[in-house]
């Protein structure tokens, strides 16, 4: 224990000696801070002057950010939820053990005042205070004595600190909370019905990632923490509810990034008698009107861009906008070779690209555009028609079998949603698990789902469904460059030990 935090501690009990309670159980407020200053910020000091006692008279709780004495006075600011409000404390108002607990006040600490608001000298919105009540004792200080966190490491591995040093933290947090706020209101004014489906899974179903597992002890199976909930909502459809959704946390034992994190939440939902094109539609709706609660119909600045959620999304087919990166890079193909692994595995090696061995000609085209265009696309960007072979969940194109009706939707350079019209034939469903297994030995990491199977054959009407990425949406609305800045605990490496 250092000399600070025995300081700390040796006013603690003083001020217990003084008569009172050091961990006291509430205090009874009758305002926020920032109701106070709504209410009366307004109110010049003759107006206040001229209000009974009792209209102008607040019970606040904060936390004491800044402290001058001036012997038989003094003043104090104190916060409350990131707004402040300043304090005045006078030896011949307050009670005598109250004023001197005030002397043994640090910053950090947690008080409740009572009192009448006035205006200084300097017009600024005070509390005289009439009662004063001892709350918690911080024994540790302020982030670098109330100057800011600045730390990257330290303010992601002590969250509070940043959030209570950092202003422009909180209101990152206060924007992604505006935005699953917005996302759920567009849907349930839409007639979805928000739901819940299991975190613990019996199989690792539902998106190609490599799960977590744990083990049941009184069931005696093996568990996964789910990669997806996409099987579960489309087996309520199956059941009757036709517009779901949930709002939730995927989990994903992959590695660390600018844009991963192992534990991210996901907006999944799926409408019946709906495809592809309907989920584009709805996508847009719920992120343009999410931009306009969030940034008020402005352009999100991310990365130096200004990104315009408000206009028309751009709508591009994969073939054609990856032929075209191709060939600004001196590499000429026709639409036709693009969907043949042979042109497919030469212009990976053109490009000093390794290709994935034993790749499908889908793997090699995804892997181009996820080299080539993906980080290119910085205007709201529809990608659609994805191979059938890195598409399982989706219908094939009736007019282009080889082809998906999916969409992945880009922003920023980041791929925030992806959708498509479901595949419900429970026989061609079980043939692509079945491709999938095959290729489980090559490092795919997924299951044969036999009780989807059986949903789907009990019948899953036409459908489309979509998952939006949360922080990910949170990234461009905020301004922040990497997934750590919108994850209020995000998974970082374990400090060396000193």
């Excluded at 909370?177 to 819940?196: K, Q, W």
């Excluded at 099987?231 to 995927?250: M, S, T």
Aim: aromatic share 8%; net charge neutral.
């Amino acid at each position: 224990m250092d000399r600070e935090e025995q300081g700390r501690r040796r006013k603690l009990k003083e001020i217990e000696e003084l008569g009172f309670r050091p961990w006291p159980n509430r205090f009874a407020t009758t305002h926020a801070v920032a109701s106070v200053l709504s209410q009366f910020d307004g109110a010049s000091a003759e107006a206040l002057e001229s209000m009974p006692e009792t209209d102008r008279t607040v019970r606040v709780g904060g936390r004491v950010t800044a402290l001058r004495s001036f012997g038989r006075a003094a003043f104090l600011q104190l916060l409350d939820g990131g707004t402040a409000i300043q304090v005045h404390i006078r030896k011949d108002i307050l009670p005598r053990p109250q004023f001197l607990a005030t002397r043994r006040l640090d910053l950090g600490d947690w008080i409740g005042i009572e009192g009448s608001l006035f205006r200084t000298r300097t017009d600024e919105l005070t509390i005289k205070a009439t009662s004063f009540t001892f709350l918690a004792k911080a024994f540790l200080p302020l982030p670098e004595k109330w100057h800011g966190l600045s730390d990257r490491d330290t303010r992601y591995r002590k969250r509070y600190l940043d959030l209570l040093s950092n202003p422009a933290t909180r209101e990152v947090f206060r924007r992604r909370a505006a935005i699953v706020t917005s996302m759920r209101r567009s849907l349930d004014d839409a007639g979805f019905l928000e739901v819940e489906t299991p975190m613990l899974q019996p199989l690792a179903t539902g998106a190609a990632a490599r799960p977590f597992s744990t083990h049941h002890r009184a069931l005696g199976i093996e568990l996964f923490l789910r990669v997806a909930p996409e099987l579960y909502l489309k087996r309520l459809v199956v059941g009757g509810f036709p517009r779901v959704y949930e709002i939730n946390r995927n989990f994903r034992n992959e590695g660390l990034s600018t844009r991963h994190n192992p534990e991210f939440t996901m907006l999944e939902c799926y409408r019946a008698f709906s495809d592809c094109g309907d989920m584009m539609e709805l996508t847009e709706a719920i992120l343009r009107a999410a931009a306009a609660t969030v940034l008020g119909g402005e352009a999100a600045d991310f990365d130096g861009a200004r990104i315009a959620f408000h206009e028309p999304f751009v709508r591009r087919s994969l073939i054609e906008i990856t032929g075209e990166a191709l060939a600004s890079r001196g590499i000429l193909l026709e639409p036709a070779a693009l969907r043949r692994r042979a042109p497919l595995v030469e212009a990976h090696r053109a490009l000093d690209l390794v290709p994935p061995p034993a790749a499908t000609a889908g793997k090699l085209l995804l892997g181009l555009f996820e080299a080539l265009v993906e980080r290119t696309l910085i205007q709201p960007t529809f990608v659609t028609g994805y191979p059938v072979e890195v598409s399982p969940l989706s219908k094939a194109d009736p007019d282009d079998p080889a082809l998906t009706e999916r969409f992945e939707l880009f922003a920023g350079g980041l791929e925030i949603a992806n959708g498509f019209s479901e595949l419900n034939d429970p026989d061609e469903q079980a043939a692509r698990f079945g491709e999938q297994m095959a290729r489980r030995q090559a490092g795919d990491e997924h299951a044969m789902d036999w009780d989807y199977i059986e949903a789907l054959r009990h019948g899953l009407p036409p459908t489309g469904g979509v998952g939006v990425g949360i922080d990910r949406v949170a990234m461009l609305f905020t301004g922040s460059k990497a997934i750590r800045d919108v994850i209020l605990f995000p998974h970082l490496r374990p400090r060396e030990s000193r």
